[in-house]
């Protein structure tokens, strides 16, 4: 138990669906992400919050739609997919301390990851 | 765009023989992350290395971040099949930002 819930694990939805998904974190922290894990590429950063205000946009395509309400929820809502956006999509929450260069240098941005949602577009 | 190359990207040993893996870069990182990540589920942290040259331990793992903080190894002595799982490095630079490796996989065949 990371501490980040991810619900629902798996999702199968067409290309015409709208589907939600949401994770949770019960770790007190004031950054969440979303990341795309698809086979045979690295860990893709989609999105960053920091303290709720969206802070990174990884070129990510407007059919994916981070929301943040929160600095303990996060959703990623899906509209009109495609089949080769179907992946491993995990959030992960980190405590980034703000502050000089000094106190930024000694930040290590852990990560603390949920399980992730499996999702399949047909 | 900072690259970390992890190789190799796949590994498949048996129970009780000894492996690395390498993450590379051209970049520095103040700090390097090692995650390992077991099928269905997320990436959970390892270990991070902070200083150019530093070697940490944690039981059969041992990690070490290169002098001039490029490049990090992964030794596991005497693989488990516990030990199986896709190994990440991640590299922290200015700003928080955090660069994943590819991964390895590992699988230690009992």
């Known amino acids: 138990e990371t501490g980040v819930t991810q619900t629902p694990r798996h999702l199968v939805m067409g290309m015409t669906n709208k589907k939600s998904l949401k994770c949770e974190q019960h770790?007190?922290?004031?950054?969440m992400y979303w990341y795309k894990q698809s086979a045979k590429k690295p860990l893709e950063l989609m999105f960053v919050?920091?303290?709720?205000?969206?802070?990174e946009n990884n070129s990510v395509p407007s059919r994916f739609s981070p929301e943040c309400p929160n600095s303990s929820h996060l959703f990623l809502h899906l509209h009109t997919l495609q089949p080769e956006d179907s992946a491993l999509y995990l959030c992960?929450?980190?405590?980034?301390?703000?502050?000089?260069?000094?106190?930024?240098?000694?930040?290590?941005?852990?990560?603390?990851f949920g399980a992730g949602t499996r999702l399949s577009v047909l | 765009t900072q690259l970390l190359e992890q190789s190799p990207q796949f590994l498949s040993i048996q129970e009780g023989e000894n492996l690395t893996v390498y993450c590379n870069s051209s970049?520095?990182?103040?700090?390097l992350q090692w995650y390992r990540q077991e099928p269905g589920e997320g990436p959970v942290l390892l270990v991070t290395?902070?200083?150019?040259?530093e070697v940490k331990k944690l039981k059969r793992l041992t990690f070490q971040f290169g002098d001039a903080r490029k490049d990090s190894s992964l030794h596991i002595t005497a693989a488990q099949p516990g030990d199986t799982g896709l190994y990440l490095c991640?590299?922290?630079?200015?700003?928080?930002?955090?660069?994943f490796g590819g991964g390895t996989r590992v699988l230690v065949k009992p």
């Open positions: 290395v902070v200083t150019g040259g």
């Open positions: 970049s520095v990182f103040s700090s």
């Open positions: 919050y920091n303290f709720k205000e969206q802070t």
């Open positions: 770790l007190g922290h004031n950054a």
């Open positions: 992960a929450s980190s405590q980034l301390v703000a502050g000089g260069p000094r106190v930024i240098a000694l930040a290590k941005n852990i990560q603390y």
């Open positions: 991640a590299g922290v630079a200015a700003g928080n930002k955090l660069t």
